[in-house]
């Protein structure tokens, strides 16, 4: 399997997926046409899969035109069927299904919107977030509520450490302002901020790096809730805070 990074927009990743014992061809998250279709034409002349992990513009802005040329079929959330457009089939919270030879796994982790998804293939060690996780990062909640999106973050950070992480966006650098803001002893933090500030693409990073510089998975921890003032407060309500704090960073 072999995986390529499109750069959209100003700041999105979508992301090809070629399954070469079968030569199929999907993509995650086609922000926009014409990045995502140079690469196509140039490489592979076909396109089988569409994969939206939520509706929003940015993630199903090339849906039509993509799915109008290659005739692909596109796959999003049963809760989310109304709002992505040119969907074909509906995926259900812990279905799986397939890709050619690989299997992916729905995982429902909702709060950035209603109806957000994870892909999750187990045997790669591989997962698609979304707007969920970020490197160093979470979503901003639109239509859920910090518990759902805690919860959401808590089942993604209960994935084996050596699962790759390739999120919806190129937030990073961003992202570890804050946690050095608030977690300034971090000395995994530190080293990585590092490779950050010498890479324009973090992509991918790891459940196992995340679990030691992400803030937003590190609610647990005493020196957070220390630096915040909140010595006694649970490990959501550190949450909480952090999202707040983040809104206004």
């Given at each position: 399997m072999?995986?390529e ?17 079968t ?5 995650i ?9 140079e690469?196509?034409?140039k ?5 089988d899969y ?11 802005g ?5 799915k ?5 079929t ?7 069927k109304?709002r ?13 299904f ?20 994870a892909?999750?293939l187990?045997k ?9 996780l ?10 859920g509520?910090?518990?759902?999106m805690?919860?959401?973050?808590n ?6 450490a ?13 992202n570890?302002d ?7 002893n ?8 590092e ?8 992509m991918p ?9 992400n803030?937003?998975?590190?609610c647990e921890?005493q020196?957070?809730?220390?630096a ?5 407060s ?5 949450f ?6 983040k809104?206004?960073f």
């Open positions: 072999n995986i990074i499109i750069s959209c927009l100003d700041d999105n990743y979508s992301y090809l997926i070629h399954e070469e014992k030569n199929t061809v999907a993509i998250d086609p922000s926009e046409f014409d990045p995502c279709d690469l196509i034409k490489k592979y002349k076909k396109l569409i994969l939206n992990t939520h509706h929003h513009y940015d993630h199903v090339g849906n039509k035109m993509l109008t040329k290659y005739n692909s596109v796959l999003g959330f049963d809760g989310d109304d992505i457009p040119c969907i074909d089939k509906f995926l259900k919270d812990n279905q799986n397939k890709i050619g030879n690989l299997n992916i796994l729905v995982i429902f982790i909702p709060s950035h919107i209603k109806g957000h998804i892909f999750y187990e790669k060690k591989i997962v698609f977030t979304g707007d969920t970020f490197s160093l990062g979470c979503g901003k909640i639109f239509e509520t910090y518990k759902q805690f919860n959401s973050l089942k993604l950070k209960n994935l084996p050596a699962t790759k992480v390739y999120s919806g966006h190129e937030y990073t650098k961003k570890l804050f946690c050095l803001t608030y977690d300034p971090n000395e995994f933090l530190k080293k990585k901020a490779w950050i500030n010498s890479n324009n693409i973090t990073s790891s459940i196992g790096e995340e679990l030691k510089t803030i937003f998975l590190r921890e020196s957070i809730k220390d915040l003032n909140l010595k006694n649970s490990d959501q309500e550190i909480v805070k952090l999202r707040d704090l809104d206004n």
